[in-house]
């Protein structure tokens, strides 16, 4: 594919994301408190299909290390390294409470100590790794359209927390970083 239609779907991806987040997804935590079936699954497929989007956009040898062995091995280090981060907090958050179900209580125990969303920054993380691998200018800009959903996601998330759990939200939030990094008033 040409860098103009991969330029073409990779903002249409951006923007559907953005306006599915901020609209069918929103709207269900403000009516709700929770995610639909329908919201979830629409969530579930832009991720999927931004998941995609590196095959779509990377050389036809992918994912042979388009950028030679040098960047391969902390490459594939990137890509483990994300796995068992989006997978331990996958598994501690749980795939109902990560679709906006069963939130009796909020999360700070674990890796939720150290980041409010461990499983964003754990595929960030992977995601960087293949776009090493990929070596190409697209992956900069499908590491743009995640980065951007993502982000559109939490936003969208911390609404519905804060509404949710309030003063102990907002703790938590001045306690544990958003991503990673410095803990807030450390």
Not at 8 to 23: F, H, N, Q
Not at 28 to 41: A, E, I, K, N, P
Not at 72 to 90: D, H, N, S
Not at 123 to 147: D, K, P, Q
Request: aromatic share 12%.
């Amino acid at each position: 594919m040409a860098w103009p239609g991969i330029l073409t779907l990779g903002l249409c991806v951006t923007l559907l994301g953005v306006v599915i987040l901020r609209t069918a997804v929103r709207k269900d935590y403000r009516r709700l408190g929770r995610l639909t079936l329908v919201s979830s699954g629409l969530e579930t497929f832009v991720f999927a299909f931004l998941g995609l989007f590196i095959w779509l956009s990377s050389p036809s040898g992918w994912p042979a290390p388009a950028s030679g062995l040098a960047l391969a091995i902390p490459a594939w280090a990137f890509i483990a390294f994300g796995v068992v981060i989006l997978a331990g907090a996958m598994g501690q958050l749980g795939l109902p409470r990560s679709w906006g179900h069963g939130e009796d209580t909020l999360l700070e125990s674990g890796v939720y100590r150290l980041s409010r969303n461990p499983q964003i920054a754990g595929c960030a993380i992977l995601l960087l790794g293949a776009a090493l691998i990929s070596g190409t200018w697209y992956s900069v800009g499908w590491m743009g359209s995640y980065s951007v959903i993502a982000h559109t996601m939490v936003l969208t998330e911390e609404e519905h927390l804060t509404h949710k759990y309030g003063d102990a939200y907002r703790r938590y939030c001045s306690r544990v970083p958003r991503y990673v990094g410095i803990r807030p008033g450390l």
